[in-house]
């Protein structure tokens, strides 16, 4: 315990005994407060008046036990900060029904685990919309005559849909899943939107060749590359015997689709995410 006299000073502590009495002598008499103290338990004060030439007995004092305050700080893992980055991204549909799941408009967002990255591929290939799309070019295909060797007629126009789903979901697998888990590559288009329009437009440009890896740092896009070559080799196997161009149609579908990718970016950059009614803001990149 402490004694300590308003004004006055030093303090005069004392330590009670096994009985918790304790007794102080020599105390100047007036105004004092008394404090008494006790690892794990509330500080008690207790005030008084000690007159001069008498003695002035405590009323008796009981300590509560102290309240403990625990600080418990929640941290999510990586894994669940990029699930909760999917789950927006998975809410991204332009003119609010065509899905845009493959655009992230945080340039800090965090990387995805393999089966982040499988989830999101099966997502947009078995997305209604996406399939329906694939239904409208398989009918333009069907109209202009491509792939004449699938005939004309509702069994024409099955093969072609079948090959176009196949193409949608190979290089959807192969390009955004496989390679990316393999490679440790990022799939998806990271929004610019800064800068002048010079400066975005080469930065969608060079996006259908380059991506973010896992580690965050920008490579060559060998997922992308490498995926539409595995994408139009294996279209070889289900395109008609006389549209199969063996390695020529291969590198030709791969150049076409390092084409659509930029197309895409440059839309991506300038108009999609103007028809997008759910696109989140977007954080910029550290200049």
Known sequence: MKLSHEGQSPDQEALTGDDGQFSLANVAPGPFHLTIMSTGFASQVSTGI?????????????????????????VLSRTEVAEDQIKVQEKQRVLGVVPNFYVSYDQHAVPLTSKQKFELAWKTTVDPV????TGVI??????????????QGAQGYAKRLGAAYGDFVASTYIGGAILPSLLKQDPRYFYKGSGTKRSRILYALATSVICKGDNGHWQPNYSGILGSLAAGGISN???????????????????????ES?????????????????????ELASP
Do not use: M, W
Not at 56 to 74: F, S
Not at 263 to 281: C, G, M
């Open 50 to 74: 000690l007159p001069s030439g008498e003695s002035y007995t405590v009323p008796q004092i009981a300590l509560a036990l102290a309240t403990a305050v625990t600080e418990v700080h929640v």
């Open 130 to 133: 996406s399939v329906g799309v």
């Open 138 to 151: 398989a009918g333009i295909q069907q109209a202009q005559n491509n792939f004449s060797g699938y005939g």
């Open 237 to 259: 196997l289900y395109y008609p015997a006389k549209n199969r161009d063996g390695v020529e149609l291969t590198f030709e579908n791969a150049l076409i689709g390092i084409g």
């Open 262 to 282: 930029a197309a895409v970016n440059l839309l991506q950059e300038f108009v999609i995410r103007r028809l997008t009614p759910n696109a989140p803001k977007h």
